[in-house]
């Protein structure tokens, strides 16, 4: 279980852990820049073969989700003509896990997270307390994606994410509702949250809250991940074949307002 007090704390000893470590080499030759699939995905031409490289230890929106283009806007400026390629492994469809860096030496993985424009992802590499320092900062400050407004116009509501459970007791896969997150109202006023979400690193967990959803002033709901009945204070994911929704590893949970703008966020 992680509480908002801790999570100051975890991110110092994190990036604490990392001071001193070698990052990596940056390569020597550069290679052709095919094209741009999206913020985290390009096609570089590597020994002749066109070849599609996945930017290792980021995500950005989807196609189609807010700020999608901004992101492919930006990876397409800095990758330019060409990039310099660190990896060596490949992800489940077969595509290339790379830092990618610029001629003149800028990794452009770290620079689209330090931008707002990419979310950190906790996977085992070598840059990652970097990168999840970067995104902490970026947050911070509110650039990019990160802006109060910048999937639209954002709400006067005062809701924060209180605590999570990312552990559930025994076999997270057996026990999807022993893993939840807890949202809490912190203004003055009853907030509607039908249209709201919440999402983790990934790409396929999002939650939606029901339409006619209200929160109270002083109120909090409990969002387990498997299935079950609703109430004013208990929504369910609807994991009900006990897939798992938080990491145990670590992973970061994301709040989003009706416009989709972040309203807050919690790393683990």
């Known amino acids: 279980m992680v509480k908002r007090t801790a999570l100051l704390v975890a991110i110092a000893l994190l990036a604490t852990a990392c001071n001193g470590a070698a990052a990596p080499t940056v390569p020597a030759g550069t290679e052709p820049v095919v094209r741009v699939l999206d913020g985290d995905s390009l096609v570089v031409d590597v020994g002749g073969t066109e ?14 989700e807010c700020f999608d283009q901004e992101a492919r806007a930006r990876a397409r400026e800095l990758a330019g003509e060409r990039v310099r390629l660190a990896g060596g492994d490949t992800d489940r469809f077969g595509r290339l896990l790379a830092y990618a860096y610029t001629e003149d030496g800028t990794l452009i993985n770290q620079q689209l997270v330090a931008e707002g424009m990419a979310l950190a992802l906790s996977t085992d590499h070598a840059l990652e307390a970097d990168f999840k320092a970067a995104e902490q ?12 407004d910048a999937c639209g116009p954002p709400g006067d509501t005062d809701l924060a994410i209180e605590e999570l ?14 893993e939840w997150i807890d949202i809490i109202n912190e203004g003055s006023n009853a907030t509607a949250l039908g249209g709201w979400s919440i999402q983790d690193e990934s790409s396929s967990h999002r939650f939606r809250f029901p339409d006619g959803f209200v929160l109270s002033s002083g109120a909090r709901v409990r969002i387990s991940s498997g299935c079950g009945t609703p109430s004013a204070d208990h929504l369910f994911w609807g994991e009900c074949d006990g897939d798992a929704v938080w990491s145990n590893s670590g992973d970061t949970a994301y709040l989003l307002d009706v416009s989709g703008n972040v309203v807050d966020r919690f790393a683990f």
Do not use: K
């Not at 900062?137 to 109060?148: I, N, P, S, V």
């Open 51 to 64: 070849t599609e490289v996945r930017l290792l230890g980021i995500n950005t929106p989807e196609r189609d």
């Open 137 to 148: 900062d970026a947050f911070d400050e509110r650039l990019g994606r990160w802006q109060t």
């Open 165 to 178: 459970n990312y552990d559930a007791p025994g076999d997270d896969s057996q026990n999807s509702n022993g």
